[in-house]
Nanobody, 122 residues
Framework: QVQLVESGGGLVQAGDSLRLSCAAS????????MGWFRQAPGKEREFVSM???????DYADSVEGRFQIFRDNERNTVDLQMNSLKPEDTAIYYC????????????????WGQGTQVTVSS
């Protein structure tokens, strides 16, 4: 059974940092894209960051320069370091893996975690 389990969310103040972690089990994702999406109340799930097995990464414009994605293929994990957090970063953050199609679209991913809440107060 394939599972993605996120951890590391919480309540922080604007300007603080958080590090989210996603641990995959049940199969190796070393040859596929892994990354993060987020969904705020009343909004669609949106792309945050992605990393490929080659080490190439990409970020949404809204987080570029503040967030950094890290991948460990041996441990089958992907982390998201979030710095200089803003209230607009408040959302449930989801780990995603195994893409087929546009990597910025949520429907392209076969596997999802249950999500972890990040709340940033002003």
């Amino acid at each position: 059974q394939v599972q993605l389990v996120e951890s590391g969310g919480g309540l922080v103040q604007a300007g603080d940092s958080l590090r989210l972690s996603c641990a995959a089990s049940g199969r190796s994702f070393s040859g596929t894209a892994m990354g993060w999406f987020r969904q705020a109340p009343g909004k669609e799930r949106e792309f945050v960051s992605m990393t490929w097995s080659s080490g190439v990464t990409d970020y949404a414009d809204s987080v570029e320069g503040r967030f950094q994605i890290f991948r460990d293929n041996e441990r089958n994990t992907v982390d998201l370091q979030m710095n200089s957090l803003k209230p607009e970063d408040t959302a449930i953050y989801y780990c995603a893996a195994s893409r087929s199609g546009d990597y910025r679209k949520a429907q392209s991913y076969a596997y999802w975690g249950q999500g972890t809440q990040v709340t940033v107060s002003s």
